[in-house]
Antibody, heavy 122, light 107 residues
Framework: EVQLLESGGGLVQPGGSLRLSCAASEFTFDNYALSWVRQAPGKGLEWVSAISGSGGSTYYAVSVEGRFTISRDNSKNTLFLQLDSLRAEDTAVYSC???????????????WGQGTLVTVSS | DIQMTQSPSSLSASVGDRVTITCRASQSIYGYLNWYQQKPGKAPKVVIFAASSLQSGVPSRFSGSGSGTDFALTISSLQPEDFATYYCQQSYSTPLAFGQGTRVEIK
């Protein structure tokens, strides 16, 4: 069974930074695209960013472009999300999700982690 | 960017009812539409992918339809375990937008 375990969340002041990690297991990591999806308290799902299986292609939501950076280390089966210039509206549970294939497009998110909470507050 | 609009935002239904949730894309996404079910405190799980394909392990009372810009998720006979929030999501282009969600509650 696919396992995705996020870590790195916490309380940070506005303007601060955090680095989230997602440790993956039980699948061939570099064969699959991955996404970060967030959910603010009591709100819906918001797609944040995605990266192809090789890491050569990355994509971002307009709301985070230029502030967040997605990356992956295929030798360590780990996905990352660097969060900079954080704002109160970035407060959410951040979850990583596995795409059904190598590409970000035209497929489903077929496995999800439980998420890590990021709280941006002074 | 493609916007996804779900309706209704919430509904109340009884066990055994037939329930339909709709999702509209702001431009054609062909058949690249997925439906997810999320229960409180849990990760979402896909129930329908590619507009009408049933995810493995999901009961056959769930079905999906549509193409282009208009899609629907139908639960033919609502069961107690189906009370949850449902989201549509387009996978045609980035940003990979979700709908705002439909909360299915017990009447």
């Amino acid at each position: 069974e696919v396992q995705l375990l996020e870590s790195g969340g916490g309380l940070v002041q506005p303007g601060g930074s955090l680095r989230l990690s997602c440790a993956a297991s039980e699948f061939t990591f570099d064969n699959y695209a991955l996404s970060w999806v967030r959910q603010a308290p009591g709100k819906g799902l918001e797609w944040v960013s995605a990266i192809s299986g090789s890491g050569g292609s990355t994509y971002y939501a307009v709301s985070v472009e230029g502030r967040f950076t997605i990356s992956r280390d295929n030798s360590k089966n780990t996905l990352f999300l660097q969060l900079d210039s954080l704002r109160a509206e970035d407060t959410a549970v951040y979850s990583c999700a596995k795409h059904q294939g190598f590409s970000v497009f035209k497929g489903r998110l077929d496995s999800w982690g439980q998420g890590t909470l990021v709280t941006v507050s002074s | 960017d493609i916007q996804m609009t779900q309706s209704p935002s919430s509904l109340s239904a009884s066990v055994g009812d037939r329930v339909t949730i709709t999702c509209r894309a702001s431009q054609s996404i062909y058949g690249y539409l997925n439906w997810y079910q999320q229960k409180p405190g849990k990760a979402p799980k896909v129930v329908i992918f590619a507009a009408s394909s049933l995810q493995s392990g999901v009961p056959s009372r769930f079905s999906g339809s549509g193409s282009g810009t208009d899609f629907a998720l139908t639960i033919s006979s609502l069961q107690p375990e189906d009370f949850a929030t449902y989201y549509c999501q387009q996978s045609y282009s980035t940003p990979l937008a979700f709908g705002q969600g439909t909360r299915v509650e017990i009447k």
